[in-house]
């Protein structure tokens, strides 16, 4: 055989590695190049799941809503993600606010300082209040104020406005202003009812604030809210468990909580309330039935036991939030399904909590809208909030219940609105819809169980704004042990209503009885009749001040006795000039537990006005009280008598004694020409009200002197006295049952209904 060469088998190599490489080249031009995105998903791993989207339903249910947050609180332990909210009352509350960033801690914290009273007790602070307004605190009125129309009388709306409420809830929020709810950190819906045509309305935008409101306006209880015309309720009546509001927002997965209440027992059915209370309750359960009915089985019912905690337990909401926590670890495994890695939940949570600030740049325009009856600029001067300043919020919330708290609106509300770049803060002050005029009813009641008991009725009627500056006419009628008819018509001179001018009529019969030591020698009655005119000046919150001049007669009637004592004339003609200073700073005249309170006047009885006599009368009067705790003392200092050379006459003299004014004797034993008083008082709140004051218990030690007595044998010595009593503020007034007793033995029992802790009358 044959072989080649070397020479011509490395001639051969070469030729076939060319070869090759042209192969490898032509392969190459005809195969495919893989694009980025192939080549991606070339390297990219297995794509997961797509987790369900979890949607948290929450209940109305009042205060048992508080559960609420011990649920959200074990979702956050087992990392169960929250993809959306929906809510009716309570739950509107809990889920609005979770639903804005609020944490749960911040929630347990906010739930621990809500009371009824923080919730419900709307009035404003009494320091805000006008003076008018103030003076009211001292007629012991009964029942709601009845509007008086020219057709018919029309009552409130609710036993509450919901102004303090909202006030409340602007804490639980951390987004202010109009705001698109899907828009939220978490999204959200709340369910109320349109009280006109039954259905249930779920609000997908609004003012969040205002929106929780409206889902919590309980029927007789909280007055409907109005929101874009629409008139609504509590959503608790047609869909107290929003599970096909969750589904409408794409929910795959519910988890839901149903804190209702359960349905009352026969024996539990004993009167109006318990009766009204049941058909609210049966509506409840019928739709929470259907909402029930539809969960699907992946969803999560959860029903805290909440035991017997009502709806109306808000000053229990610390206790009642871990019974939520306690039934949603009852069905951890289920839940747990549906938690995600530390990483994921942590990511999603730095989200959900990435709260809107609030836009606190000062507006250019302060607006109220849809006045009828009410002056913007009188409305306005009751404000701290201005234009061109940084709003603060506390700040605002006190305008608006210093606004309801002048008597003219039904309702007050705020918002933000922006026209061709300028920020305008919209006031929504909604008129009362019973007014301009009302009517209200009142009662009071007096006895020392021994010579001196009274007990009258009254009723005050008030036709308010007849003029644009805001003239006020107001009649007083009382009857009883005495009798009075007092009219007077406010005239403002200028719109914020800092000068007035009051014209006014009184007409009055008063039963006074004389005594000689401790035996009563006659009573006699007065009948007087006075016009008068008076100029004055408004301080804000502070007091007035009043000049005028008046006109009258009295005239004495013996009734009983010897008639020793009584005026030695018949008939007196009075008139003369007078001066009054009015200062009131108290937080309440029932049970004061801070501030001070003070008045003067001066009386000078002219013949030149026609006046029998020439006199000069003063009385002046300082209150103050210190709380420590649930401990209070309050001073008191009053005095009164003539100024000058000439004695008061016998219709003008000074009425002393009786429960804490001279304790021990009865009432109004003490006749003279000067009286020199002090009181001192201790009293401690024994029981916490809610939407009243609670109870107290109390101490007074009295020191005073009444000179220049009517009958000489009564003694001109300081007497020392001194009372216990307990209190107690009910929906028919203070009730006060005391027991005096005086230095020199004077002893007397009292029972007291209307306001007697605040001297100067």
């Avoid at 009274?454 to 006020?472: D, M, V």
């Amino acid at each position: 055989m044959n072989f080649p060469s070397r020479r011509s088998s490395a001639v051969l190599l070469v030729i076939t590695a060319l070869l090759s490489m042209a192969a490898c080249k032509r392969a190459a031009a005809v195969q495919p190049v893989p694009s980025e995105a192939q080549a991606a998903e070339a390297v990219a791993p297995t794509p997961k799941p797509k987790r369900p989207k979890i949607c948290l339903v929450l209940s109305g249910g009042g205060a048992r809503g508080a559960a609420h947050t011990g649920v959200l609180r074990v979702l956050e332990d087992l990392r169960v993600p929250i993809d959306c909210i929906t809510g009716t009352s309570m739950g509107a509350l809990v889920g609005g606010a979770y639903a804005t960033g609020m944490s749960v801690d911040e929630m347990d914290a906010v739930n621990a300082g809500i009371t009824v009273e923080k919730l419900f007790k709307e009035k404003a602070p009494r320091k805000e209040l006008t003076m008018r307004r103030k003076q009211d605190d001292f007629y012991n009125f009964v029942g709601p104020e009845i509007g008086v129309g020219a057709e018919e009388a029309v009552a409130t709306k609710g036993f509450v406005s919901g102004v303090q409420l909202e006030s409340v809830l602007r804490q639980l929020t951390k987004v202010r202003g109009y705001r698109d709810f899907d828009n939220l950190p978490i999204p959200f819906r709340a369910v109320a009812t349109d009280l006109v045509s039954g259905k249930a309305v779920v609000f997908s935008e609004g003012d969040i604030s205002n929106v929780m409101r409206a889902s919590m306006a309980v029927p007789g209880a909280v007055a409907p809210a109005e929101i874009g015309g629409l008139l609504l309720v509590d959503g608790m009546l047609t869909s107290n468990l929003p599970v096909d509001a969750a589904r409408a927002m794409g929910a795959d997965v519910v988890i839901a909580v149903n804190v209702g209440t359960p349905l009352l027992k026969r024996e539990q059915l004993n009167g109006v309330l318990g009766v009204a209370n049941q058909m609210l309750n049966i509506l409840t359960e019928q739709n929470v039935q259907a909402s029930l009915a539809s969960l699907r089985p992946g969803d999560i019912l959860i029903s805290p036991d909440l035991g017997d905690f009502s709806t109306a337990d808000f000053d229990h909401l610390s206790q009642i939030a871990p019974k939520g926590e306690i039934a949603a670890r009852l069905v951890a495994q289920q839940l747990s399904r549906y938690s995600v890695s530390p990483e994921e939940y942590a990511a999603l949570r730095q989200r959900q909590k990435a709260t809107v600030s609030a836009d606190l740049r000062p507006v250019d325009e302060l607006r109220f809208v849809n006045l009828k009856r009410v002056n913007p600029e009188a409305a306005a001067s009751l404000m701290v909030t201005t234009a061109n300043a940084p709003i603060k919020q506390e700040v605002l919330d006190d305008d608006m219940r210093r606004l309801y708290g002048s008597g003219d609106f039904e309702h007050v509300n705020y918002r933000v609105l922006t026209e061709k770049n300028k920020r305008i803060l919209a006031i929504e002050a909604l008129e009362k819809s019973w007014g301009p005029n009302y009517l209200r009813f009142g009662l009071g009641m007096s006895s020392d169980f021994g010579s001196e008991s009274q007990a009258s009725l009254f009723a005050s009627y008030r036709r308010t704004w007849i003029n644009s500056l805001g003239a006020e006419w107001r009649t007083d009628l009382r009857f009883g042990y005495n009798h009075s008819l007092n009219s007077e018509f406010y005239q403002p001179l200028d719109a914020r209503q800092d000068w007035f001018v009051a014209p006014s009529l009184n007409v009055g019969r008063s039963t006074i009885s004389v005594y000689a030591g401790d035996a009563r020698q006659s009573i006699f009655t007065l009948v007087s009749s006075q016009v008068g005119l008076d100029l004055g000046r408004h301080f804000y919150q502070y007091g007035e001040f009043r000049l005028g001049a008046q006109r009258g007669r009295v005239s004495a009637r013996l009734n009983t006795g010897d008639g020793i004592g009584v005026p030695r004339s018949a008939q007196v003609s009075t008139g003369g000039l007078n001066a009054r200073l009015q200062l009131d700073r108290l937080d309440s005249v029932l049970f004061p537990r801070s501030g001070w309170l003070a008045g003067a006047s001066l009386f000078r009885s002219m013949k030149s006005m026609g006046a029998d006599d020439d006199y000069t009368k003063w009385d002046a009067t300082a209150a103050g009280a210190y709380t420590f705790g649930e401990n209070t003392l309050n001073l008191a200092l009053v005095g009164a008598g003539p100024m000058g050379n000439n004695d008061l006459p016998g219709h003008s003299l000074v009425q002393w004694g009786g429960f804490l004014q001279q304790s021990g004797y009865a009432q109004g034993q003490l006749l003279g020409q000067r009286l020199e008083f002090a009181r001192l008082m201790y009293y401690r709140r024994v029981s916490q009200g809610q939407l009243l004051e609670g109870a107290y218990g109390g101490l007074s030690l009295e020191l005073g002197r009444v000179t220049g007595p009517l009958m000489w044998v009564n003694s001109e010595a300081w007497r020392k006295s001194m009372a216990v009593y307990v209190g107690l503020d009910t929906f028919v007034g203070p009730l006060y049952f005391g027991a005096g007793r005086a230095s020199d033995g004077a002893t007397s029992f009292y029972l007291v209904l209307g306001s007697v802790l605040t001297p100067g009358r």
